[in-house]
């Protein structure tokens, strides 16, 4: 009872801002640096991003993580947030931020995949590893100790910022009924879903997603993923395409990424350090749960107001697709040491998770 009092009092202590000290054996030894001499330093940095501006769930992330931040350190840490194209091309935002045009990015690794194979397992792994296992890898798995090696050398530090769940397999104008569908089919998936598509006989582009309404719309693209209902909805990818299938083979639980300039993040006193670690781990969350709170509503629109007829892939192109991923990402582990070390953890980490999920989370869905 009087720990339990003791720690009533140090929380009401810490959340009125009067401090740590005096509040236990635990907290004897906090000391925060620069508390001196940094206190009052206001650090103004711009954060761009992969998406178009306030995107909902994925656009709106970063604006969350911003406005929080602000509030969170009293306006030391003031961030500005820019859309895609604002700044910076979508596509130019790691390059950016590794160059120090920018402080903070926001996207997903697998748009780096052409640069650096292996950072698309820090995304997302066709067949691979959903949400709440990805999550576990990187913060309980070692998973972000490697992200972290992998950027190191592009002067990045990388953070786990978001999740949207098992995204959908897409829109097509034509039905998907056999593999023999999928040849020559001019299709928006980026990463290693794409490079799957392509064994499979399709033609992946890589497009941002302000892009993807117009080339759908265009014919430069036959068909497109984006992300799911909540997402394309606000895209109107229903008004340019008819059929919309699952499930999202290729991204089954796809990480976004925070990525802060290494002299940036070193250059904060080291509670700024924890407020970012802190707020992206919010948003990671925060994320998830807005998806699925507002897919299944979002879905019922397209169809019952726009008339989407939802598909299916069938069981053979599935098996097509699974056997072309595991050749795709065994491939992207042959790039060197490190990426052979990120696959070893990924698939290690896999292979015993899966098979706890099976007789817990797989075998109470299939129960319920
Ligand atoms: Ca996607």
Redesign the pocket.
Known sequence: MKIVKIMFVCAIMFFGSVGLVGCGAQSDNVQVSGAQGESNKIYRWKLITTWPKNLPGLGTAPEKLARKLRIMSKGRLDIKVYGAGELVGAFEVFDAVSQGTAEMGHGAAYYWRGKIPIAAMFATVPFGMNAQEMNGWLHYGGGLELWRELYEPFNLVPFAAGNSGV?MAGWFNQEINSVEDLRGLKMRI?GLGGEVLKRAGGVPVALPGGEVFTALQTGVIDAT???GPYNDLSLSLHSVAKYYYYPGWH?PG?TLEAIVNKEAWNSLPEDLQVMIEMSVRAINDDMLSEFTARNNAALRVLIDEHGVELRALPDDVIAVLRDAASDVVAEAAQDNELSQRIYDSYMGFFSEVRAYHAISEQAYLNAR
């Open positions: 995204q980026p993923e984006w992300v991204e796809p």
